[in-house]
């Protein structure tokens, strides 16, 4: 299983999304970049990068913060946040990103994701799921859409997506651990490769959702909030160490 430790940019710091904005917390470091070297430092194997800013504005607007990271670190990256159009996808590939992350853009338009699979290839585009509730959101998660997660993965991978984030985010924002069944039915009832995110905060967490049979787990603020240890979570749930 693929573990992504995570780094969330807005106004060009990394930033905290589980903290409240008024806590000067909610900025962990004011270097993506410094923080990208961190995690590969610490043996990490890929990347996601999220443009807070650019989800909620509908636009990339840390590209150039982003390719700094991609050509500062040696491991892959997959990056997302206000890619809108085939253009938007060219160019972070352009950039060096491994793979391009994509939300609301994906949930709206299906043709937009077939094309971007046709010119591009299924390896280089993941579909971002952000669930509350049970309904998928877009836009920066500041709307919910007419979909719930399962319908909309399975109508994607129809169009050719492989690979799907999905984010619950009633899990993340309530603290009371991963969502274990929502994502167990969600595993069960799609034929993506599901990368999980949302409500981990320690070790365990990422050991019962690794059970689940999912391709990999994104991780941010238990690491921000030194929760969970990069390198032993690498060692026993990539290489299989014991501790």
């Given at each position: 299983m693929q573990l992504y430790p995570t780094i969330h940019i807005k106004n060009g710091k990394c930033f905290n999304s589980t903290v409240e904005p008024t806590d000067r917390q909610n900025v962990f470091t004011s270097s993506p970049v410094k923080l990208a070297q961190l995690w590969e430092e610490a043996g990490a194997s890929y990347l996601h990068?999220?443009?807070v800013d650019g989800a909620v504005l509908g636009g990339t607007i840390h590209d150039e913060l982003i390719r700094e990271i991609v050509q500062t670190v040696n491991i892959p990256v997959?990056?997302?946040g206000g890619i809108r159009s085939i253009k938007d996808i060219d160019h972070m590939l352009s950039m060096g990103v491994r793979r391009v992350v994509c939300g609301t853009e994906a949930v709206r338009n299906s043709r937009f994701v077939e094309e971007a699979i046709a010119t591009f290839?299924?390896?280089?585009?993941?579909a971002a799921i952000d669930?509350?509730?049970?309904m998928v959101a877009v836009e920066g998660r500041e709307r919910l859409s007419k979909y719930n997660p399962?319908?909309?993965i399975n109508a994607l991978g129809l169009c050719g997506v492989k690979t799907v984030v999905y984010t619950?985010?009633?899990s993340s924002s309530l603290h009371k651990g991963p969502s274990i069944e929502n994502t167990r039915e969600l595993v069960a009832r799609t034929n993506v490769d599901v990368i999980y995110a949302g409500g981990i905060s320690c070790l365990e967490d990422v050991e019962e959702v690794s059970r689940l049979n999912v391709s990999g787990v994104i991780i941010a603020s238990a690491?921000?909030?030194?929760?969970?240890?990069?390198?032993a979570a690498i060692n026993i749930l990539e290489k299989?160490?014991?501790l």
């Open positions: 990068v999220v443009d997959q990056a997302g290839g299924s390896d280089h585009f993941v669930a509350i509730n049970g399962i319908t909309l619950d985010i009633t690491l921000y909030a030194g929760s969970i240890d990069l390198k299989g160490q014991a």
